[in-house]
T-cell receptor
Framework: LAKTTQPISMDSYEGQEVNITCSHN???????ITWYQQFPSQGPRFIIQ???TKVTNEVASLFIPADRKSSTLSLPRVSLSDTAVYYC????????????FGRGTSLIVHP | DGGITQSPKYLFRKEGQNVTLSCEQN?????MYWYRQDPGQGLRLIYY???????QKGDIAEGYSVSREKKESFPLTVTSAQKNPTAFYLC?????????????FGPGTRLTVT
């Protein structure tokens, strides 16, 4: 299983763009990069998933360089409600896999 | 509405008692999971099941037991053998064998043992 490394915490201010980077040096060919968001006392929620280049949805963008050894979750114009823990996971496509959640990145958005 | 339900939201027990946490899903997912989360920590896998009548231990299975008699149900029993049972417990499900394994989580059960 590919191990991921991400910052323990980040601070930002309302209206700013936030970029959270995750390292996954031993990612395998059939692995996808997946990000989850978790608010206090709630279950994590799927945000975005990608394989290479750039993926964008209504919530975030995910940038993956050509070597796929890292990825960056980009949250545009954050608000106070984006204060949460963000987890980066590497998951295999198809078949059975056991997702492993690390400690994630605790993002605090200030007024 | 499709999703995962966990009950109860808060649960209090005395030390030495077994307690069972409920998890039900109507997403028709084959795979189900139980995680434990302690304050300021990530999620740790307790048990998972990829098909009915089959389940495997995760990283911290000691002191816990599960059953998977129906596709939609995956109850977790916290036994008296679990040394530090007070925690936030999360149940999840996912499509198995296809797609990219996006997990859907329930709202969680916060267990306090005194």
């Amino acid at each position: 299983l590919a191990k991921t490394t991400q910052p323990i915490s980040m601070d930002s201010y309302e209206g700013q763009e936030v970029n959270i980077t995750c390292s996954h040096n031993n990612i395998a060919t059939n692995d996808y990069i997946t990000w989850y968001q978790q608010f206090p006392s709630q279950g994590p929620r799927f945000i975005i998933q990608g394989y290479k280049t750039k993926v964008t949805n209504e919530v975030a963008s995910l940038f993956i360089p050509a070597d796929r050894k890292s990825s960056t979750l980009s949250l545009p114009r954050v608000s106070l409600s984006d204060t949460a823990v963000y987890y980066c996971l590497v998951v295999a496509s198809g078949g059975s896999y056991i997702p492993t959640f690390g400690r994630g990145t605790s993002l605090i958005v200030h007024p | 509405d499709g999703g995962i339900t966990q009950s109860p939201k808060y649960l209090f027990r005395k030390e030495g008692q077994n307690v069972t946490l409920s998890c039900e899903q109507n997403l028709n997912h084959d795979a189900m999971y139980w995680y434990r989360q302690d304050p300021g920590q990530g999620l740790r896998l307790i048990y998972y099941s990829q098909i009915v009548n089959d389940f495997q231990k995760g990283d911290i299975a000691e002191g816990y037991s599960v059953s998977r008699e129906k596709k939609e149900s995956f109850p977790l029993t916290v036994t008296s053998a679990q040394k530090n049972p007070t925690a936030f417990y999360l149940c999840a499900s996912s499509i198995q064998g296809q797609g990219r394994g996006e997990q859907y989580f329930g709202p969680g059960t916060r267990l306090t043992v005194t």
